[in-house]
């Protein structure tokens, strides 16, 4: 499976190698520059969507119908897709991490936010995993355009509900004291909440996996 890991990994580094460069330099300066990780976080879950051109790729080229005359067993090319994911979305972490150090260096709150960096940087990376191997499953299932389309409705659909909701007046009669009760719960128990996010991450990318992986075995090229 590591050659399947390298071509996909290789080939994604020969179309967007150039970009990420630029667009590491642009976000880890103005991450810095405006003492903002926001930069760094969504960084995280750009990559994933950048591993996600591994499928276009090989629609593009016939790539499935080739491989099924090779001896390849199928779950190694479906699970190759999601280790790929997984390393972009790593590096991304990794980067992420080192530039916030930076950051609070360079602005001199490295002392009393490194917590933050770290909690905030783990739970990103939970809810990024798990969105990823949803969508990696209906690019598989579906389509990659498909899969990008499908996610956005359901990003703009979810914003649109809170809007509708606050609109309808619905949102000032929830109880917002639960909220902040679980706020305070959050604060206390940061550790252990980014713990049991990566730990859900894991059981979503387990799950979506073998999902992926029977589509794929019954699909025909």
């Known amino acids: 499976m590591r050659g399947l890991v390298y071509k996909d990994f290789s080939a994604l580094m020969g179309v967007y190698k150039k970009n990420l460069l630029l667009v590491a330099v642009l976000y880890g300066f103005m991450a810095v520059a405006m003492k903002n990780d926001f930069f760094l976080y969504f960084g ?11 499928f276009s790729l090989d629609t593009q080229c016939g790539w499935d119908r080739y491989a099924r005359t090779l001896p390849i067993q199928d779950w190694k090319i479906v699970a ?17 991490i080192v530039m916030g150090v930076v950051s609070r260096i360079v602005n001199g709150t490295l002392a009393h936010s490194w917590g933050g ?28 355009e498909k899969a990008r389309t499908y996610f956005f409705i359901v990003f703009v659909a979810i914003f649109a509900g809170f809007y509708l909701l606050d609109r309808a007046g619905i949102l000032e009669d929830f109880p917002i004291e639960r909220l902040q009760a679980f706020g305070l719960w959050l604060e206390g128990h940061i550790a252990l909440a980014v713990l049991l996010a990566l730990l859900a991450a894991a059981a979503v990318f387990l799950v979506m996996l073998a999902a992926a992986c029977g589509v794929y075995r019954r699909k025909e090229f």
């Open 117 to 144: 960096l770290l909690s905030t940087t783990g739970l990103i990376t939970a809810i990024v995993v798990a969105s990823t191997s949803v969508i990696y499953f209906l690019a598989i299932k579906f389509s990659p």
């Open 80 to 96: 190759a897709k999601f280790v790929v994911g997984l390393l972009y979305i790593g590096i991304a972490v990794a980067y992420s």
């Open 44 to 54: 995280i879950w750009m990559m994933s969507f950048y591993a996600l051109t591994a």
